[in-house]
């Protein structure tokens, strides 16, 4: 990259300047999950239906990794910097909207344009980071700060979340935003220097278009399919969406400069590494929202102390960011990527233990062991993407390794809570599309009211399974698939 000043930043500059981008992505991540322990507040304020809740969770996610990409090309031309300021403005704008909102309509559109905002800021703040510091161990080190932030981030969302919601009202989730970025703009232009890149050809607006209309096509088709069924009305939209999915990759393989190097994934560690990202925020999204809706609306537990069950996960998968290259050393990238997806398996195991009466112990249980395999996802996957790919495609891995994140934490809640709601809708007591609403009905009978709790597990209990499933598959995968040292793959590109 080439940088508009040539004056190298000193080390106490370089440091403020880490901080101010770091405040920002910690931000972003966050609002990834700082909804988890809301939602129920939401459903009784607004009234939003099965899959406009889906939505409300989720939008955010979603446009957010079908930005980025676009957003580093875009970036890379005009001016990280400028990009991210913009970007910021739009996120802290959107984060107001989202506070007042009082009608679902109105709440999806803002946490769309929060998702539109945060998109610019992912990638134009890891190039920011690392124009601050040339010193190559220098940057290394603030580049694993910058994942560290990112992870530790979603892990605390929902526990911010809790805690603001035991005293304040729903939206204070959003207005926390305000503050932050307030001084984000006012230390950015001090701290912080303007970062290009040389042209890389032009932005392929059909690829763009194509990948974010063919990924909410397909999203929609199963939400309408998890609320209302099957029928024509919601199938057409899926077959759209894969319709388009399928020509955005066909696409990228004749362009120049494709949005997505569809090439990379000939690479078996790469996909792995990338599969590993994917479903590991699968897994963690999908369980954090289900479990935090069952917590407090089947155990009956307060917000605060829902937060509170939280810390010791929240707490184990910070640590484990920070100490991943400790336990790469001792395991070897195989054995750890290996036990990322055994970890998970294993605390969506616990989570298939729960029941009506009992579940709080498991679930602090189960976030402590899953905590470690997504700690080491989120340290791992974009490391061992970038060092499986030659140098020169190094920032293509790096951005698909992002992405993957992103799509992944919003599928969870999609796929996952599509599955769970549609169980819901066809086995439950048909008071209402959802747990909160129908326990809400003053309608409901006892024992209606003990078959929605019932049910609530059942569709969990089937979502988390499937997500336990898959990661034990690809655990299988990479066990057969990866070489026994996977530096002896990545030698020919240091």
Known sequence: MQNTSIVQPSRRHARRGLITVLALVALVAMDGSVLYLAMPHITSAVRPSADQALWILDIYGFVVGSLLVAFGNIGD????????????????????????????GSLITCRAMMGLGGATLLPSGLAIVSSLFPDPKQRAHAIGIFAATFAAGFAVGPLIGGMLLNYFSWGSVF????????????????????????????????????????????????KAAAAQGFSAQQLIPGAAGIAALLWFTLRQRNLAHPLLDIRLFKDRVFSIAILTGLLSLVAWSSSGYLAAVYLQSVLGLDVFTTALLMIPGAMVLTATCVWTSHI??????????????????????????????????????????????????FSLVAEIAISAVPPERAGAAASIAETSNEIGNALGISVLGSVAALWFRLNGPNVAGTLEES????????????????????????????????????ALLAIVWLPRKLNELTDPHP
Do not use: C
């Open 175 to 222: 207005l926390i935003n305000v503050p932050v970025v307030a001084l984000f703009l006012l230390f950015a232009p001090k701290f912080l220097r303007e970062v290009h890149a040389p042209a890389q050809g032009k932005i392929d607006l059909t690829s763009l278009l194509l990948s974010f209309a063919g990924i909410l096509l397909f999203t929609y088709s199963l």
């Open 328 to 377: 790469v050393d001792r395991m070897g990238r195989k054995w750890a990527l290996v036990a990322t997806h055994l970890l998970i398996t294993a605390g969506m195991g616990l989570l298939l233990m729960t029941t009506s009466t009992h579940g709080a112990s498991l679930f602090v249980a189960s976030t402590i062991i899953a905590g470690v395999g997504y700690g080491l996802s």
């Open 439 to 474: 326990l809400g009905s003053p309608l409901i009978s006892l024992e209606n009211s003990l078959l929605a709790k019932e049910t609530f597990i059942e569709g969990m209990h089937a979502a988390l399974g499937i997500a336990g499933i898959f990661t034990l598959m690809v």
């Open 77 to 104: 031309r005009i001016g990280r910097l400028k990009l991210m300021i913009v970007g910021a403005i739009i996120f802290g704008a959107a984060s107001i909207g989202a506070a007042v909102s009082d009608t679902p």
